[in-house]
C-alpha cells in the first residue's frame, strides 16, 4: 500500500480520475480503491470542481472526452500556479503517432492505453507519486 505520513497517523494518496465512459471508471475505481481514496469525474470541467473543493495527489485523465477534453483539462491544470506542477496520468483508447506526440507535449507524468492493464497502472502510480 502507498502511503504518506502526516503527523501521528498514515493517510492514504487521493487519486481523482476522470473519464466520460462511467464502465472504465468502475473499473479503474475497483483497481485502485485498495490501496488509493478514489474520487471520480466524468468531464474535465467537472474534474476541475472537484480539484478546487479536494485536491488529489495524481490525476489519471482520459484524453478524448465530449466538450472539454483531456487536452483542454490538462492546459487548465498547468495555467494554473498551485496545480502547474500536479501528476497527470493520460488513459487513452487512441494509438497513433500523432495523438502520443500531442499528448507528450502536455509533460504528462505518464501515458497508458486503454483497457488499463492493472499491474502497469499500480506501478506507473508508485513510481509517479
Avoid at 69 to 77: H, N, R, S, V
Wanted: charged share 25%.
Amino acid at each position: 500500500m502507498t502511503f504518506v505520513r502526516k503527523g501521528r497517523g498514515m493517510e492514504r494518496k487521493n487519486i481523482l480520475v476522470v473519464d466520460d465512459n462511467p464502465i472504465t471508471l468502475r473499473e479503474l475505481n475497483s483497481m485502485l480503491s485498495d490501496e488509493y481514496n478514489v474520487t471520480v469525474a466524468t468531464s474535465g470541467l467537472q474534474a476541475m470542481t472537484s480539484i478546487g473543493k479536494h485536491r488529489p495527489d495524481l490525476i489519471i485523465l482520459d484524453y478524448e472526452m465530449p466538450v472539454c477534453d483531456g487536452q483542454k483539462t490538462l492546459e487548465m491544470i498547468r495555467s494554473d500556479e498551485e496545480l502547474k506542477d500536479m501528476p497527470v496520468i493520460f488513459l487513452t483508447g487512441v494509438n497513433e503517432q500523432k495523438h502520443l506526440e500531442s499528448v507528450l507535449k502536455l509533460n504528462p507524468a505518464g501515458y497508458l492505453l486503454k483497457p488499463a492493464d492493472k499491474d502497469k497502472l499500480l506501478s506507473l502510480i508508485s513510481l509517479t507519486l
